[in-house]
């Protein structure tokens, strides 16, 4: 080896040395592996439609405790149905801030209860609302006088839920399946709507019971649906088989708290859905639930939880 060579090893070796101090700089420094979370990529089996460009429907199921509110947007049209407690008021603004969500083509009460329209009148007075659907009952209460106030306030009216009526929301289709009759019982006053886009469907029964049910089911109307919002926080008075079995659905959503008074969900109700293989999504264990669809495939922001348990064991 002659001078010139050994001079030209030791550059080499220099460099490599230098190399080499610059990768354990920049890994210390995290630049090459940053430390985010983000070090493996996510699964992912193919595009998600959360990063779509193309026209979607998304369903919110606002975790808004012992209490409804559902936000479904639809190619930046929006509908949302109920509003949580008086107490929500900012929970649910804020959510809609956070969505972008500007206007409202269409507010539901879908009944007088303080836990689905609670909320509402704070919604109606922030935000530009199109039309207010509610059924034909009204309640001696505060909170509905206010959202009638509101209503008035906004020189809006109130529009009655007619069973068969039908209403655009983007190019999805939502068609009012309840409350076919009148009620003694408030609940049984709700409101159900059936909401299509492509060939995907979603089913909202608010606090419906068996009674309504059975009328839905006496109507013959479609309630067939790959998600349904299960009626009154899933209580077992909304758990009516005949029903569910005419609805078939993939995924089930049940709203309620952790603790509540009520003991929702009840045992028969997640049993029903554990026998039957229905994937359970519940806001008490996983907080705020969202889907997306294109009209054929529906992803989830989440797994379905696997605790088919009620809200308090005692
Ligand atoms: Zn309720």
Redesign the pocket.
Known sequence: MNRKDNAKQQMLIRALIFIAILIVYLVMQGDLFPSDGYNSPAPTAGPSLWNSDGPTMEVHYIDVG???SILVSVEGEHMLIDAGNNEDEDLVLQYLAEQGVTSLRYVVGT?P?E??IGALDGVILNMDVEKVLMPKVSANTQTYENVLKAVKKKKLKVTAAVPGDTYELGSAVVTVLGPVKKYDDL?DWSIVLRVEYGARSFLFC??AERPALQDILNTGRTVASDVIKMG??GSSSSAYDKFLEAVNPTWAVI?CETGNDYNHPHIETVEWLKENQILLFRTDKQGHVAAITDGQTIEWNMEPTDDYSRGIIK
């Open positions: 012992q209490a409804d009944h209860h836990d689905h609940n608010a606090d009154h926080h709203t």
